[in-house]
């Protein structure tokens, strides 16, 4: 079984539809993180959360919203989808106790169309 | 403004030589550096990183070189087997902490 699974895998809306997309982990770990890629582009970070009560922007975070439900659980919201977030989006895990160097468990991706 | 740059999108190498993949970065604040692979329709896996104290680390196949001077790093794989065919990124954080910044990617292909 996946640790860090994401749903839905792919996801095709319209633009102004509120969507949401979901991220669990069994890992156990702390902090969690959501990225997008673009095609050709390296992953942006969008938000990250250290534990259920820290909420942190990251660097492209206009346009979404998270919550952090639980310690497994990380919500991506878009409240108003438009064209130019259409994008993969990815969910991430780390581990603060036994980390060394920030190694982040990605999620299988979320592939978002916005017509 | 690219803080981390890989300049080749892509690379072919043949199978059992060396494969080499450069990364530069801009931020001298970054201290700690990882490389992930990517398979198409999957997310990517963790590699292998290094501190900006070292500047090897190894492990098995896979050796990442750091040359802070240059703001340079690079990921050699020995020997280049199909399986590695794959997106590589370069990937940099501060503190260990916040989030990674990531390179656009080289798409590694291993020739028969």
């Known amino acids: 079984d996946a640790d860090v699974t994401q749903t839905p895998r792919n996801r095709i809306t319209k633009t102004g539809k509120r969507i949401m997309l979901e991220c669990s982990q069994t890992?156990?770990?702390?902090?969690m993180y959501w990225y997008r890629q673009d095609p050709g582009l390296g992953l942006r970070l969008i938000y990250y959360?250290?534990?259920?009560?820290?909420?942190n922007k990251g660097e492209i975070s206009d346009g979404y919203s998270v919550s952090r439900q639980a310690q497994a659980k990380f919500s991506l919201s878009l409240e108003s989808a438009i064209p130019n977030q259409t994008a993969l989006y990815f969910c991430?895990?780390?581990?603060?106790?036994?980390?060394?160097?920030?190694?982040?468990?990605f999620g299988p991706g979320t592939r978002l169309t916005v017509l | 403004d690219q803080q981390v740059k890989q300049n080749s999108p892509s690379l072919s190498v043949q199978e059992g030589r060396i494969s080499i993949l450069n990364c530069d970065y801009t931020?001298?604040?970054?201290?700690?550096f990882l490389w992930y692979k990517k398979y198409p329709a999957e997310g990517p896996t963790f590699l292998i990183s290094?501190?900006?104290?070292?500047d090897k680390n190894e492990d098995g196949r896979f050796t990442v070189f750091l040359n802070k001077s240059a703001k340079h790093l690079s990921l050699h794989i020995v020997p280049s087997q199909p399986g590695d065919s794959a997106v590589y990124f370069c990937?940099?954080?501060?503190?260990?902490?916040?989030?990674?910044?990531f390179g656009k990617g080289t798409h590694l292909i291993i020739q028969p």
């Open positions: 990937a940099a954080s501060v503190g260990g902490a916040d989030g990674l910044t």
């Open positions: 931020n001298s604040m970054f201290d700690y």
């Open positions: 890992k156990g770990h702390d902090r």
């Open positions: 290094i501190s900006s104290i070292k």
């Open positions: 991430a895990t780390s581990d603060d106790r036994t980390s060394k160097y920030n190694e982040q468990f």
């Open positions: 959360s250290f534990d259920v009560k820290d909420i």
